[in-house]
């Protein structure tokens, strides 16, 4: 599934400005950043709740395909002007990890 | 021949923090080793580059490269790690609870660098800590 055709669904909003649009490979949740590094992979989705800036140097350094905010997080800015820099797509949503992965499951087939 | 290359890494300086990591990974790219290969360096650049920002006093991260292998070295200017054995086991860490809010201090810097090099070297004192990690460069490491 393409990262477009995740966020055609209302629940998902994506928070940079444009798409940069790239294959959902496989998905990895997780809030540890250490873990996160040595264990997701080129072309995840990755669900987190932390919001700093950080994650988005995670994200451009492993080239995840896109990052879920998960449970309404607040994001602060700086996180969605980095992301724009970096073309990271940043897309927020109310649902947790494990639902955003069962939608993942559910349309992917 | 060898080419090295440095970039300095400043303490708590969070908004910058991975830039170091993400230039040594660029540069790795442009010579065209594997996504693999590649993966590997910049997971323990990025773990060290951390450890400098988080946990010292301010330092830089160098990359060496021959044509046999790629050494990536840490220095920083202290405040040093007590008891390395406990820093490298798994787990263990000092992060203050602020730092843990933004998703760091699982200890789990130190071991996963120490499993994505081929050689890991630490020394520390109240000077500095230095950690040299580097790989062999063979002709599977290219694409
Ligand atoms: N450059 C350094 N200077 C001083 N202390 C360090 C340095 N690097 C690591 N340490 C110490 O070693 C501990 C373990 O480091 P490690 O990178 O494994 O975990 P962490 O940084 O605490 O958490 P994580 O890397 O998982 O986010 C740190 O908590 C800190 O006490
Ligand atoms: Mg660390």
């Known amino acids: ?109 | 021949m060898d080419i090295t290359y440095d970039f300095e890494v400043y303490a708590n300086d969070y908004q910058n923090a991975g830039n170091a990591s993400s230039e040594i990974k660029k540069y790795l790219m442009q010579i065209g080793f594997t996504t693999k290969f590649i993966r590997k360096i910049v997971i323990c650049a990025y773990e060290a580059e951390m450890n400098i920002v988080i946990h010292s006093l301010g330092g830089k991260l160098t990359i060496t490269i021959d044509n046999k292998k790629i050494i990536l070295t840490s220095t920083d200017k202290g405040p040093g790690i007590k008891d390395l054995d406990l820093a490298l086991s798994e787990g263990y860490s000092t992060a203050t609870e602020a730092v843990r809010e933004m998703g760091f201090g699982a200890g789990m810097g130190l071991p996963n660098m120490k499993k994505n090099c081929k050689f890991f070297e630490i020394d520390s004192s109240s000077k500095g800590t230095i950690v040299k990690l580097s790989w062999e460069i063979k002709d599977e490491t290219f694409s």
């Open chain 1, 1 to 109: 599934m393409l990262v477009s055709e995740f966020l055609n669904d209302d629940r998902f909003e994506l928070v940079t400005d444009t798409i940069n649009d790239k294959l959902i490979k496989g998905a990895y949740c997780g809030d540890l950043l250490s873990w996160v590094m040595s264990h997701a992979k080129k072309g995840d989705l990755w669900c987190t709740v932390l919001t700093h800036a950080n994650v988005v140097a995670i994200a451009t350094l492993l080239e995840v395909s896109c990052v879920i905010i998960c449970e309404s997080a607040p994001i602060e800015s700086e996180t969605i002007k980095k992301a724009n820099q970096e073309k990271v797509n940043l897309i927020k949503t109310k649902l947790n990890s494990v639902e955003v992965i069962k939608k993942l499951w559910v349309e992917n087939g």
